[in-house]
DNA sequence: GTGAAAGCGCTAACAA
DNA sequence: TTGTTAGCGCTTTCAC
């Protein structure tokens, strides 16, 4: 038998509305009532029915999270620790994660199954593409949401993000400094908002010192793993007109290192090497690589705050938060 | 103005019922009166409210995910691709998933919000302790679960796992093979399930050879990264006792490595080093290490297929999946 | 302080 | 085939 609000109201002789009362604390009832209810509710091992809470109230304390596709997500470890900053600030406000993967690209479906989306009081949105159907359908829902990464309109959305522009400005400028002038750079898919940011800031150093940026040396690739070896075979023996490599992902950096490697290239006295990123692998290969910090956790933090704040309506302009992006230097002598 | 069902139905000139088949196909309508209701649809723009949905049906399409705490998340390099392989089966499955990080040791609260926890159909629960309140919960409100990794009472759930004992075994007796006798485990916290499996694979192989599995080469560590380290570190000169070391958490990993980097240990020549259920570290160290994959993809894939099978009553008696393991030598020649 | 009752928006059994 | 309507279990207004 089902145990409901109205059980327990007739247990402790009172009406549903008392029961609720109690569970929510919103209102004060008086001692006696509150505890006969009480014990009702513990005799009967009474659970609310958090569904018919949510219909009733309108609020289900859940945020969704649009991420990125699994293919992605498997090679991922900046993904891990944004994952953690988001579920611990929610945690924090009392909130909950609903997971979405971005299948958008799989054949069977061309347009996501969005109306499933509606059980969230907002969403988090990764990486946006530059016409993104999900952002368009929460706009037209009317659910708040903050972008993790820079939008395609930032003036018009809340997002949190590192400044990209600037990291790919400073691994680019720790390159030229270092006396590198033919760079290839390795980029994600070219709809991606971040990979145009990503774009700029390598064209800003290239722009200071005068310098054209060849289209050649901007590789786009697909974000699975395999994909930077055989780009970097397919460049061929080109590929000794560079002299350093930025990777804009870690994912590709075991292919670029592999290839590397088979090719004898060493890293960095022929060869140098930065990812932006990516804490785990240049840890693991420490003296040779230089990688730059752009803090996922402290990303995911902040979005999840940002977007309960827009939920509770402490915020309400449009607005964003840049977390900080450092260069962390691992070569060697 | 909002939206409803009953405003598509006004629209359409039919009733609401006449609508909600439409939309589920559950019932076939003429083809005028559905063409008619799609077009009403179509202009409102209409979506339908999940929650309501979820109400009447009783039946949310959506999983639980009990992972692990998010500390644990963020250096976890098996959760990516085990958490891929749940999505991508449920995707299939027309489920979606709910996560929920572990906060059970966190100071604040002792006991969970478990009635949070109600609007999924079914739950998946990872490594849980030796008495789990998730699971306790979950089986007295009846909702189906699997669990990922071996409970404690195997018979009377349905779970799938590595063969836990059996890697650890396999792991042992490869350095038993190779003439080593002194053997550090480094393994996880005593009250997780794993680690009881865990440990009574090294005992197998020890047993086997009529040695005696002493105490001191046992050392137990919080799931944290720096942990490791710091343990070994506190071994001191006992450290050149031993000649390999098993860690049972890639987490452990990279503290392991830079101690052994610190104190001139090189490996393999000196002392051997297996690790269990990475293989992204092992491919980073490639010609040094000998790990066994632990198929993390498979195990997510697998137990949310489990968990959609019970859900919709196609498996009635508690059973489970055991995802095979292979030693994957990396050892230079 | 307490209770009655009207929703919340949809599903599905039943009737027509 | 189509419509009526009684739930689903809770919240919250409003009257007492």
């Known amino acids: 038998?089902?145990?409901?609000?109205?059980?327990?109201?007739?247990?402790?002789?009172?009406?549903?509305?008392?029961?609720?009362?109690?569970?929510?604390?919103?209102?004060?009832?008086?001692?006696?009532?509150?505890?006969?209810?009480?014990?009702?509710?513990?005799?009967?091992?009474?659970?609310?029915?958090?569904?018919?809470?949510?219909?009733?109230?309108k609020k289900t304390w859940t945020v969704g999270f649009y991420t990125s596709s699994t293919k992605n997500i498997r090679g991922d470890v900046f993904f891990n620790p944004l994952l953690a900053g988001i579920l611990d600030n929610l945690h924090q406000q009392k909130y909950q994660l609903h997971l979405y993967a971005d299948y958008l690209n799989e054949t069977d479906e061309d347009h996501p199954d969005l109306s499933l989306t509606q059980p969230i009081d907002g969403a988090l949105i990764m990486n946006?593409?530059?016409?993104?159907?999900?952002?368009?359908?929460?706009?037209?829902?009317?659910?708040?949401?903050?972008?993790?990464?820079?939008?395609?309109?930032?003036?018009k959305v809340f997002y949190v993000d590192v400044d990209l522009t600037a990291a790919s400005y400073i691994a680019t400028k720790h390159l030229i400094l270092k006396g590198?002038?033919?760079?290839?750079?390795?980029?994600?898919?070219?709809?991606?908002?971040?990979?145009?940011?990503?774009?700029?800031?390598?064209?800003?150093?290239?722009?200071?010192?005068?310098?054209e940026l060849s289209a050649e040396s901007l590789v786009h690739l697909p974000m699975a793993e395999e994909e930077s070896y055989e780009a970097l075979k397919s460049i061929g023996e080109d590929i000794h007109k560079y002299s350093a490599i930025v990777a804009f992902h870690d994912i590709y950096s075991f292919g670029i290192m592999s290839f590397l490697k088979?090719?004898?290239?060493?890293?960095?006295?022929n060869m140098m090497y930065i990812s932006l990123?990516?804490?785990?692998?240049?840890?693991?290969?420490?003296?040779?690589?230089?990688?730059?910090?752009?803090a996922p956790y402290d990303i995911g933090f902040q979005s999840a705050e940002m977007l309960v704040d827009i939920i509770e309506k402490r915020r309400m302009q449009p607005s964003h938060s840049i977390i900080p992006v450092n260069l962390i230097k691992r070569e060697s002598a």
Chains 1, 2 share one sequence.
């Open 1 to 57: 038998m089902k145990i409901t609000i109205e059980t327990v109201a007739k247990k402790a002789g009172v009406s549903t509305a008392a029961v609720s009362y109690v569970l929510s604390g919103k209102q004060k009832l008086s001692p006696e009532v509150t505890v006969k209810i009480k014990k009702a509710i513990e005799e009967l091992g009474y659970k609310p029915n958090i569904i018919a809470r949510n219909l009733a109230s």
């Open 128 to 155: 946006p593409r530059v016409n993104d159907v999900y952002l368009e359908y929460l706009k037209q829902q009317n659910i708040p949401f903050v972008v993790i990464g820079t939008p395609a309109e930032p003036e």
């Open 180 to 211: 590198h002038r033919n760079v290839l750079f390795i980029l994600g898919p070219e709809d991606l908002m971040q990979t145009v940011h990503h774009t700029q800031g390598c064209k800003m150093a290239f722009d200071e010192m005068g310098w």
């Open 262 to 269: 088979d090719n004898q290239i060493s890293v960095p006295q």
């Open 277 to 294: 990123g990516n804490s785990l692998f240049c840890r693991v290969n420490s003296p040779t690589i230089t990688s730059i910090d752009l």
